[in-house]
């Protein structure tokens, strides 16, 4: 009898692995499917925000290579017409002559190209951030200087684009009085600015937050009353003064004319 008791005794231990190993390898198959969701969510967000960045960056890298593709244009037809003051130098009258016309006719052409180019900067002016607009002051009064050269023109130009495309590169805070809707009076803002896509502004006396962006015609605010405290969150995480999260704020992403929106 004794014997027939060990047996048994063998027999129901020799069955606990079999019912352990089965509940420790559904836990394991949830830890991984957890782990590989976490991961999936963590490179479509980081993906999702390549893509909104570069979309932005690509408007104005097309604009700084016609930038640089029109001042090529310019140093091409300033080297033909130094050719043809070196033909004057060493005496070829005739060639001159006709050398000097072509390169009059290449630089009045040159000047009518960065002229459009200035009008063109100068009509995109109202879509630009406030902060942006404003800095940007002196080089706008100099494109609208009808007397101002060529070669000035052009560097001024340049100025405008680079310090455009330096803004779109960077999330920049300000401190600034403004009115954001007609007939009001100004307001004391705290603005984050996300480039040139939109901006984030609080009201810090009144809790009220503003969402700008460009219109159709040119910057605008919109009131959001209700992202009064997630805006006031935003603003003291750029700052440091909290433990970094995530804090979702609405975005809208469009063209410089309002034709295409995304929300």
Same mark, same amino acid.
């Given at each position: 009898?004794?014997?027939?008791w060990?047996? *048994?005794?063998?027999?129901?231990?020799?069955?606990?692995?079999?019912?352990?190993?089965?509940s420790?390898?559904?836990?394991? +198959?949830?830890?991984?499917?957890?782990?590989?969701?976490?991961?999936?969510?963590? /490179?479509? %967000?980081?993906?999702?925000?390549?893509?909104?960045?570069?979309?932005?960056?690509?408007?104005?890298l097309? +604009?700084?290579?016609?930038?640089?593709?029109?001042?090529t244009?310019?140093?091409? #037809?300033r080297? #033909?017409?130094?050719?043809?003051?070196?033909?004057?130098?060493?005496?070829?009258?005739?060639?001159?002559?006709?050398?000097?016309?072509e390169?009059?006719?290449?630089?009045?052409?040159?000047?009518?190209?960065?002229?459009?180019?200035?009008? *063109?900067?100068?009509?995109?002016?109202?879509?630009?951030p406030?902060?942006? %607009?404003?800095?940007?002051?002196?080089?706008?009064?100099?494109?609208? #200087? !009808?007397?101002?050269?060529?070669?000035?023109?052009?560097?001024?130009?340049?100025?405008?684009l680079?310090?455009?495309?330096?803004?779109? +590169?960077? /999330?920049?805070? *300000?401190?600034? /009085?403004l009115?954001?809707?007609?007939?009001?009076?100004?307001?004391?803002?705290?603005?984050?600015?996300?480039g040139?896509?939109?901006a984030?502004?609080?009201?810090?006396?009144?809790?009220?937050?503003?969402?700008?962006? !460009?219109?159709e015609?040119?910057?605008?605010?919109?009131?959001?009353?209700?992202?009064?405290?997630?805006?006031?969150?935003l603003?003291v995480?750029?700052h #440091?003064?909290?433990?970094?999260?995530?804090?979702e704020?609405?975005?809208?992403?469009?063209? !410089?004319?309002?034709? +295409?929106v995304?929300?």
């Amino acid at each position: 009898m004794k014997g027939w008791w060990k047996r *048994s005794i063998r027999c129901w231990l020799g069955l606990v692995p079999g019912l352990i190993a089965p509940s420790m390898l559904v836990g394991e +198959s949830i830890e991984t499917v957890q782990n590989a969701a976490t991961e999936w969510a963590r /490179i479509r %967000s980081e993906t999702v925000r390549a893509e909104t960045e570069w979309r932005w960056q690509k408007v104005f890298l097309e +604009s700084t290579l016609e930038a640089l593709t029109e001042r090529t244009r310019i140093l091409e #037809d300033r080297r #033909d017409y130094l050719e043809a003051t070196a033909a004057r130098e060493r005496g070829s009258v005739a060639e001159l002559g006709l050398k000097s016309e072509e390169g009059l006719e290449l630089l009045q052409g040159a000047g009518e190209r960065v002229q459009a180019l200035s009008v *063109s900067l100068v009509e995109l002016r109202s879509w630009l951030p406030p902060r942006l %607009s404003e800095a940007l002051e002196f080089s706008y009064r100099s494109l609208e #200087d !009808p007397s101002l050269s060529v070669s000035e023109r052009m560097q001024t130009a340049a100025t405008v684009l680079n310090r455009c495309f330096q803004f779109n +590169s960077a /999330i920049t805070y *300000s401190e600034e /009085i403004l009115v954001v809707e007609t007939g009001q009076s100004a307001r004391f803002l705290s603005v984050l600015y996300w480039g040139l896509s939109h901006a984030y502004a609080l009201d810090s006396a009144e809790g009220i937050a503003f969402y700008g962006s !460009p219109g159709e015609k040119e910057w605008v605010w919109e009131e959001q009353a209700s992202l009064g405290p997630t805006v006031a969150r935003l603003m003291v995480l750029y700052h #440091d003064e909290a433990t970094p999260e995530f804090v979702e704020v609405p975005a809208r992403l469009a063209n !410089p004319i309002g034709t +295409s929106v995304q929300e």
